[in-house]
């Protein structure tokens, strides 16, 4: 049972274009919500997160949204640069800070020239 | 934030042997987790390795198929016993970055391939 859904595995959007990847999660005992980027050979890093007690949160071309009653958040990429191809994961964790993250499968952001 | 240092970074195994990956942090840390990835698959937490007791396991994974070390609180190991097919996966070492900060740092990870 996947807690945390992300049902694109992959988007392909022009470069200077807004890319928009989508996540789902099912389990209402998740407060913190990250996204992480994550190049091949590479081990995933930090991005962006957010707090349950906000539905937004900006830095720079990155803006993540949470909708908590939809159990939904997105994360905004403006403009969309080259470099921003990766597989971007999100993932969540229960309050407390003592467990690990729950990931999504992840979806590869592929930025055309 | 913390440099982590996993080796080996790849291998190839035959079946039926045992492999310990080494994961190294550059400061002092509580927690450590243990991550899988297998091929198209999400990050799944393995166990979470608190410095002087034992590991916490995960629903789906066992002590004896993968034990853990923790000696220090800038070390600890991983070994996949018993290796099949099935475990051939990226093995991801990470570390929180300052109590409660909700943030964890990955190494690099390690590609194992089980023949």
């Known amino acids: 049972d996947q807690q945390v859904k992300q049902n694109s595995p992959s988007l392909s959007v022009q470069e200077g ?33 957010i ?30 640069q080259p470099g921003d ?20 499968k992840g979806t590869h952001l592929i930025i055309q020239p | 934030s913390a440099v982590i240092s996993q080796k080996p970074s790849r291998d190839i195994c035959q079946r039926g042997t045992s492999l310990t990956i080494q994961c190294q942090v550059d400061s002092q840390v509580t927690m450590m987790f243990w991550y899988r990835q297998q091929p198209g698959q999400s990050l799944t937490l393995i166990a979470t390795a608190n410095q002087g007791s034992e590991a916490t396991y995960e629903s789906g994974f066992v002590i004896d198929k993968f034990p853990i070390s923790r000696p220090n609180l800038t070390f600890s190991t991983l070994t996949v ?22 943030v964890l740092t990955f190494g690099a990870g390690s590609r194992l391939t089980v023949l």
């Open chain 1, 17 to 49: 274009r807004i890319s928009i990847l989508n996540c789902d999660y099912t389990n209402s005992m998740f407060d913190y919500f990250l996204w992480y980027k994550k190049y091949p050979a590479e081990g995933p890093t930090f991005l962006i997160s």
């Open chain 1, 51 to 80: 707090s349950s007690i906000k539905d937004k949160n900006e830095d720079g071309r990155f803006t993540v949204f949470l909708n908590k009653s939809a159990k939904h958040l997105s994360l905004h990429i403006v403009p969309s």
């Open chain 1, 85 to 104: 191809s990766a597989v971007y994961f999100c993932a969540a964790r229960r309050g407390g800070g003592a467990d690990g993250l729950t990931f999504g």
């Open chain 2, 81 to 102: 016993s018993n290796m099949s097919p099935e475990d051939s996966s990226i093995y991801l070492c990470s570390v929180e970055v300052g109590a409660g900060a909700n």
